[in-house]
């Protein structure tokens, strides 16, 4: 028997903070301070998310200054745009 995360994660911290679970992976949002969140690998397929990724690829190209993928949208935006493919 097991179980399924659905939706968005916020990472924990310490030691725990550099694991993903299989099936997600972690990216970098916010502006000055950036937050770690771990989204599932769904989104990928995602119009709404393909433009995120668009535009970390014309601001950072592949050199993401956090050492991940790197999203430049406010915390709160990007927040919006993953609930509601959550609630799709």
């Not at 972690?26 to 769904?42: H, M, N, T």
């Not at 050492?67 to 406010?74: D, E, R, Y």
Request: net charge neutral; charged share 20%; hydrophobic share 40%.
């Amino acid at each position: 028997m097991g179980f399924r995360w659905t939706g968005m994660l916020t990472a924990k911290q310490g030691a725990e903070a550099k694991k993903v679970p299989k099936g997600y992976l972690a990216v970098y949002v916010g502006e000055a301070q950036k937050k770690r969140f771990v989204v599932p690998i769904s989104y990928l397929k995602n119009p709404s998310f393909q433009h995120l990724l668009s535009q970390a690829e014309e601001e950072f190209g592949f050199d993401h200054p956090m050492g991940g993928l790197t999203i430049p949208c406010t915390e709160e935006a990007f927040i919006d745009i993953t609930s509601s493919l959550n609630s799709s």
